[in-house]
């Protein structure tokens, strides 16, 4: 399976997902799709992984054809999104029905949208966890793959966000293995 990765960020679930793949070569990392600047183009970069960062300043649609033409063009079969911080519009949606993966920082269906992890700490849940699920239209509200958590024991934002970006990175490889093999 030929495998594009979406991201806006950082780029620490890209990575975790290109490591595993040079390691255990269960897929094809083809692409790296950004729509700005960002650290995660950088890692795509050093690993000599075909990168693009394509104008979203058009209507959605016109930005979803020419992210299609790179998905053709690479013959992406499947798409994991990774901190991509856009809403994936029928054109990409009715090109890779039931293909397109998302990892959400909570546990589903509580705290969809943004700051996820913030809210679920503010609020005290003593359960903190992750969420892989397919895209739908809606903003996380696809069907869930997998969950996973870490007890919220009283630890700082900081600290809690780092056990869940590394939770992160265990579950979105573990969870791409299995569908994509
Ligand atoms: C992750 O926390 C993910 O759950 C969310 O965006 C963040 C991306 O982190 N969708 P990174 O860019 O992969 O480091």
Redesign the pocket.
């Known amino acids: 399976m030929r495998l594009a990765v979406f991201?806006?960020?950082?780029?620490?679930?890209?990575?975790?997902i290109a490591d595993s793949i040079i390691r255990d070569k269960y897929a094809e990392l083809v692409i790296l799709i950004c729509d700005k600047e960002?650290?995660?183009m950088e890692r795509a970069s050093k690993l000599d992984i075909p990168h693009y960062l394509l104008d979203k300043s058009k209507k959605r649609n016109e930005y979803e054809q020419d992210v299609l033409e790179v998905l053709k063009e690479h013959n992406v079969d499947f798409i994991a999104?990774?901190?991509?911080?856009n809403i994936i519009g029928t054109t990409l949606l009715d090109a890779y029905e039931n293909k397109i993966i998302?990892?959400?920082?909570s546990l589903l269906p509580k705290y969809r949208g943004l700051h996820?992890?913030e809210r679920a700490f503010e609020n005290q849940d003593t359960e903190i966890g992750?969420t892989i699920h397919y895209v739908d239209k809606g903003i996380d509200t696809g069907k869930i793959i997998a969950q996973a958590s870490i007890p919220n024991d009283g630890e700082t934002l900081e600290k809690l966000e780092e056990k869940?970006?590394a939770l992160?990175h265990k579950l979105y490889v573990k969870t791409l293995k299995g569908l994509l093999k």
């Open positions: 991201a806006s960020g950082n780029g620490s679930n890209f990575q975790a960002c650290y995660a999104l990774a901190g991509y911080m998302n990892i959400h920082p996820a992890l992750i869940i970006h992160e």
